[in-house]
């Protein structure tokens, strides 16, 4: 097929493509390059009364969209499942910045401009273990995974426990987690034994918590200042 043959096969599908579009299409796209342009916008310049308009127009957007225009519906899902996996922290600062000021650390990502600032920290959705300290009171169950209290474990076969040991005296849990970089809050969590990686579990009961929030924000700024 000669380059002639390729072209004209473009423009024949090209045309096809633009006689097949419903009105609906043409406003899907227009939606979709408008948000993202506006998302660009947002992104340079962040408050909270800005946030929660926009949480609201991507709630009622993405209501609308459900079975009329399908590839603004697809990039609102993705914009809400990746929203959630980010805490982002909004504060006043007692004394206005006189400059903008970013900084980076921890995979966290902190903004402030005058009075507002925001404090944005990663959110990881998986599987954590919690290690007991007194593992001489375990007994640990390879085909389960998991350490249980001589009290509940010593009933199962001596065939399928063993004594646990501080590396495998674990339970795990699939839950919300934020990281800390410090013993702040307990009880925490990691991926291993080894690792020096430390979480801890974002509870509902955490998420009413406003000085706990205050208390976190301190240490994330604190680690972060440390960082430089």
Known sequence: MDVMEVMTSLVHKLN????????????DIL???????RLLLLVRKTNSSRLLKGVLVVIAALWLST?????????????????????????????????LVSASAGGCYFRGDGTECSLKIPIFEEELKY???????????????????????GFVDKAYRLQASAA???TRK?????????????????????????????????KKNRQAFSVYASHVLSMMASSY
């Open 168 to 170: 495998n005296c674990y």
């Open 16 to 27: 096809n493509f633009v006689f097949s579009l419903r009105l609906l299409d043409v406003v």
């Open 131 to 153: 290690f007991y300290s007194n593992y001489q009171d375990y007994y640990y169950l390879p085909t389960e995974d998991v350490a249980l209290h001589k009290s509940v474990a």
């Open 67 to 99: 079975d009329r225009l399908p590839a603004l519906n697809f990039a609102l899902t993705h914009v809400v499942e990746w929203g959630v996996l980010a805490l982002i922290i909004l504060f006043q600062p007692e004394t206005p910045l006189p400059r």
């Open 174 to 206: 699939v839950s919300s987690y934020l990281p800390q970089w410090d013993f702040v809050f307990s009880p925490f969590f990691k991926r291993d034994y080894k690792s020096r990686e430390l979480f801890f579990e974002l509870t509902d009961e955490l």
């Open 31 to 37: 939606v979709v390059a408008y948000l993202i342009y």
